[in-house]
């Protein structure tokens, strides 16, 4: 391998020999330095070299062969993808069969370019002429991962750390016990990555990678600033590394410190401008700096029209600005409903103006709006979440002309204020629990004041399959009973509702799931009983690009109002993204 030669060769020696040695030499120095500016100068050294030796008069096929092989692998080294990928085309189309070391080079730069099927074929290829280069093991799992054939790269990583000549304790062991625990995390099942790197962390303190790692799944499991507590000491020691700057940079996001986390990103987008993550992290965090939309629309139908009219439909739309000094997000929201009621058609059309300040686990909105048509409402919505810690979250909100006030009663001209509280423990992505109360005042007189428990738990996760359930119980009392809308004077109910989701395909930034819904329960009415009701639901969820997503689906429902069964069936159709 001409790479790994070493050579005593004079620097005033100029021959393709020579030169080939001497950029050999700053290869290898430019693999193993730390900083990326000395990386690439010495890579740019190296090139440098490599092209005086394949344009020396006196290179012959061989050194021509060997220059060529050693350019690929520089330029992979630097991180010039694209050019190393056509390298290794050329020397395809000229029938070259390179060393191993060229062919890891090139299956390197196609999996860094998105293309993990030639990467895949490739480190193959490598394991087959070279079965013991166990290292292409670990880059033979990413390519496996990035086609979503989980259970492939799973078993290629574990057959890495049961491999009998891998030592116990060894750097490769350990590192690819840690990738090993990761393929758990990116097939969610994060319970197990957990107790993986957790044990690794006690066998290997000293290591950062583990210790990254673990913090990582940590953030998945919505323990970010658990996550910060770990990974804080490493951050004292090292400010180098480009994985752990990244993820110190998303958890400061999550928590609010959003003026810390764009320096982090901005420095790493200046120093490692073709690292694809940096890329990518960059690229988000510019999201906040460009325009977001926002977008819901339905239509229904009923057999009934106590509750929600005939043809009723709705549209509500949020239009927000790029984000002003870190922290202030101004927005325009618009909503408007409409259906018909035997007595005659009712009608909402609202827009509102507002801010939203978010910073340090506290979220506070204040929204100035008023009616487009009909009455002359001008009122405010004022609200604040906070969250307390990594479980517990409180959330308020007031509203001076609510639109949970029933459409019907709009359209006998009635109005009304809304307040609610609500508190949340969150015990990990898979268990939580919520209780809010709220009380909404008709202008009629009226009051109904309600409480609701839900419980959250997630029964079957898997790597493209996830099972959502959800448990509310609800009760409600009116201060007065009649009115033109429907106003039970006590209701409760107790439902059960179970989501599942099938990721069905994914490409990187591009994505189809499908939901499939169902729900059923009891609802009870002062002087009505106790009826069954339910609900099923079937959408599509389009990623369509990084910052785009598409969501529409079809639904049926069936309610009991005084007695009177209602079912509806809607469709619906969101939209969001930023430009």
């Known amino acids: 391998m001409t790479l790994f030669a070493t050579s005593a ?24 330095a730390d900083r990326i500016p000395e990386r690439n100068a010495l890579i740019d050294e190296a090139l440098a070299l490599l092209d005086r030796a394949m344009a020396h008069p006196e290179a012959d096929a061989q050194s021509l062969q060997r220059s060529r092989y050693d350019r690929l692998l520089a330029l992979r080294t630097r991180e010039s993808m694209e050019e190393a990928v056509s390298a290794w085309e050329s020397l395809e189309a000229d029938g070259l069969e390179p060393p191993v070391y060229v062919t890891v080079a090139a299956a390197d730069a196609y999996l860094y370019l998105r293309c993990p099927e030639q990467a895949e074929a490739l480190y193959e290829r490598v394991l087959e002429r070279q079965p013991g280069r166990l290292e292409t093991l670990q880059s033979l799992f990413w390519a496996r991962l990035e086609q979503e054939d989980f259970s ?6 574990d057959s890495l750390v049961e491999h009998p000549e891998v030592a116990s304790g060894s750097r490769l062991h350990r590192d690819g016990r840690i990738t090993a625990a990761m393929g758990r995390g990116y097939a969610n099942r994060l319970e197990e990555a957990i107790v993986r790197l957790e044990a690794l962390a006690a066998d290997h303190p000293k290591s950062g990678a583990a210790t990254r790692s673990l913090a990582t799944i940590y953030r998945w499991r919505g323990w970010s600033r658990r996550a910060l507590e770990l990974i804080e000491p490493l951050l004292a020691q090292t400010t180098e590394s480009t994985d752990l700057r990244l993820l110190h940079a998303a958890l400061l996001r999550d928590l609010g410190r959003y003026r810390e986390a764009g320096r982090i990103l901005e420095s790493l987008y200046e120093t490692h401008p073709q690292d694809r993550h940096v890329q990518r992290g960059w690229a988000d965090w510019r999201t ?36 002003v000094g870190s922290y202030l997000q101004p927005y325009l929201r618009s909503e408007y ?41 001008a009122g405010l919505t004022a609200a604040w979440d906070w969250q307390l810690d990594d479980q517990w979250s409180l959330a308020t909100r007031y509203e001076s002309f609510s639109t949970d006030v029933p459409l019907r009663a709009r359209g006998q001209g009635l109005d009304g204020w809304k307040t609610e ?24 007189g009226n009051e109904r004041d309600a409480v609701l428990v839900s419980l959250g738990h997630r029964p079957h996760v898997s790597a493209h399959h996830t099972t959502d359930g959800t448990l509310d119980l609800y009760a409600a009392r009116a201060s007065q009973t009649g009115g033109p809308y429907y106003n039970p004077e006590e209701d409760a109910s107790l439902a059960y509702v179970i989501q599942h989701d099938w990721l069905t395909w994914r490409r990187y930034e591009h994505s189809l799931t499908q939901r499939f819904v169902l729900g059923g329960g009891a609802y009870w009415q002062k002087h009505y009983g106790t009826h069954a009701i339910g609900l099923a639901r079937y959408e599509h969820l389009w990623q369509v690009s990084q910052h785009w997503f598409v969501h529409y689906g079809v639904g049926i429902s069936s309610r009991v109002y005084d007695g009177d069964r209602e079912s509806r069936v809607d469709g619906q159709l969101w939209l969001r993204g930023v430009f």
């Open 152 to 157: 492939g790269a799973l078993a290629t990583i």
């Open 337 to 377: 409903s409409h259906a018909t009621f035997p007595e005659g058609e009712a009608e909402y059309d609202r827009i509102g103006l507002g801010l939203d300040y978010r910073r340090a686990g506290h979220r506070v909105n204040l929204e100035f709006h008023r009616n487009r048509r009909g009455a002359d409402e």
């Open 421 to 444: 509280a609500a508190v949340r423990w969150q015990a990990h992505e898979s268990l939580n629990l919520r209780l809010g109360v709220s009380r909404l005042a008709i202008s009629d």
């Open 288 to 323: 906040r700096d460009r325009w977001s939309y926002w977008s819901h629309g339905e239509y229904g139908e009923s057999d009934g029209v106590r509750e929600f009219g005939s043809r009723d439909r709705a549209w509500r739309m949020r239009l927000s600005a790029p984000w």
């Open 9 to 32: 060769t004079a620097q005033g020696d100029s021959s393709p020999r020579a030169l080939g040695d001497r950029a050999a030499e700053k290869i290898r120095a430019a693999a193993a």
